[in-house]
């Protein structure tokens, strides 16, 4: 309503005039305020032909259409029901990562132990947000666990099978955990470097949609065996999974449901709300759980049935009700070459991720596409939070989340103090110790329904990003095809391979740190396949246009309000700094 008013305001000024809210935004609308438009508002030249809509009006006219944008602010009771919302959109996905890594850590059915994962998860998951929305893009963007980093840690992990451990060793995992802990934050500074230094750039012209394409879709892809051991401990219950997330987020999406609102001037009232598709996994969850918990108390499910519910009463009473994440909690991170090298692959996966995640939601959330200087900062601070993730333990990185900038679009709430509410609660979930115990006793078939979607829509968003190529060139179809096959081939026959002790040596080198390499890349389907993607894409002959790199680019190449992007991306102790010291001008994470 603000911007509204205020744009109206700007509009019935003649040229020349001042407005006393925002003068430099006034001045530069003018020429789109005084614009005549036809019936369908859009603008008319001269002659009264329509004239094309720049990129400048269809980002006025975004703001107008907002609620609230990323430069205002809703009341903080109402900021804090908005948090709450995009919060819960990212809860279901986010538990699940520490949930699927627990198998890999050897603690799986240990719910004290996983709960501890699940609570370091969502209490970096906050800080993460926090550093990227006031000191990162400055956009509202929350940073949440990225299945990116799993595929590596499967690969990392997957050299010393589970089976030595002793159940009455608590603390067994840890070394898992901590060579995790040590290549992701090794991984991190690279991020940071990159970031600092302005490469982000350089890098982008050598990864073009090609390479994106194969790289998020074989992280789905790869990860489907993973899927059907968990669905197979009981199909009826992983497809019942599957069948209730369907039906709340696809077909009952649009749906409203009258929900009590009280206000002062109306007093209690009803409401109708769109709530399915927002709590989709949340419902799904809680209908599945209680099915297996009836089941389990009728004995429906014998006594061995991975779908049967489990008593926490022991797992509760042993956790703490508050839990703080602390460096060094699961001992001293330690580092691998091996490990290092896969988790380049997850550190350049989640920044190509991120930056195409910053001018979506800066163009949802009515800001102007974001500088350069403004995506260094941004993969600058994701470095930073991925590498107190690795410090704290969650062993996974963390990288900005899709689904909540989706969910801008359809609210229509862009604000910065929305995203801060939201990570506040992050940050008191993960600080109760009991809920993540909660959490991590879920029944086996109930997260392999959920894997079931979670990781085909993954291949799909990485599918998505040949909307931009040519698929009528031949040159692009077997690119595209090569990668990908032999990115899902390789692992299939690898990892047999390494299981078994007499196979494994018959491709040994002899030089552990070699062996430990080749292990990590030939488990990693992700990286075989964006590897030979990327190499062929940059090789074979074909144009910009064939390849889909105009397309793609064309997002940075929008025209820009200065004075709006000024004041939206305006980060106050980075310029506090320059101010003071100039030479910080020069560094190219710092507005010119």
Known sequence: YFIQSNLRFCCSMKPGMISAV??????????????????????????????????????????????????????????????????????????????????????????????????????????????????????????????????????????????????????????????????????????????????????????????ITVLISLIGLCLAGVAANNASAHWGISIGMVMFITLFSEYLKNVPVPVPSYSKSNGWEVKWIKVFSTLSIILSLAIMWSLCAIFTVTDVF????????????????????????????????????????????????????????????????????PPKYVLNRGILMEGVGCFLTGMCGPGIGVTSYSENIGAIGLTKVGSRRVILCSAIFMLIIGLIGKIGVIFA???????????????????????????????????????????????????????PVYADPVKKATISTGVDVIDQIVAVILTSGMIIGAVIACFLDNTIPGTDDERGMTSYKQATDQAVDSALARRIYHEPLMEMLATKFPVLRKLPFVNQ
């Open 441 to 495: 006793s879920m029944p086996v078939p109930i997260i392999g329904g959920m894997y079931l979607v979670m990781f085909g829509i993954i291949a799909a968003v990485g599918i998505a990003n040949l909307q931009f190529v040519d698929l009528t060139s031949s040159r692009n179809v077997f690119i595209i095809g090569v990668s990908l096959y032999i990115g899902l081939v390789v692992p299939m026959w690898s990892g």
């Open 302 to 369: 014998p006594e061995d049935s991975p779908a049967r519910t489990k008593n926490l009463t022991e797992s509760l009473s042993n956790a703490n009700w508050f839990y703080f994440p602390y460096p060094g909690q699961f001992g001293t991170p330690t580092v691998s070459l091996a490990g290092f090298v896969g988790m380049i692959a997850g550190v350049i996966a989640g920044m190509v991720e991120s930056i195409g995640d910053y001018y979506a939601c800066a163009k949802l959330s009515g800001a102007p596409p």
């Open 22 to 211: 925002h003068p430099q935004e006034c001045h530069i609308n003018h020429g789109f305020c005084e614009k005549e438009r036809d019936e369908n508002n859009i603008p008319l030249k001269e002659n009264g032909e329509v004239e094309q809509e720049t990129e400048l009006d269809e980002l006025h006219n975004i703001r107008k259409q907002m609620r609230f944008t990323v430069d205002t602010n809703p009341p903080w009771p109402i900021s804090f029901i908005l948090g709450m919302q995009q919060y819960l959109i990212m809860f279901g996905p986010t538990f699940t990562v520490p949930v699927i890594l627990a198998p890999l850590l050897c603690i799986e059915g240990d719910a004290t132990e996983t709960g501890k994962v699940i609570n370091t998860m969502f209490v970096m998951c906050g800080l993460s947000t926090l550093i990227q929305t006031f000191f990162g893009t400055r956009l509202p963007i929350i940073q949440s666990g990225s299945y990116v980093y799993f595929a590596v840690a499967a690969g990392i992990l997957s050299k010393n099978p589970c089976g030595d451990e002793t159940p009455e060793d608590k603390t067994h995992w840890h070394k898992r955990m901590a060579e995790l802990q040590g290549n992701l934050m090794l991984g991190s500074v690279l991020q940071m470097f990159l970031g600092a230094f302005g490469l982000v750039g350089i890098l982008l012209k050598v990864i073009g949609p090609i390479t």
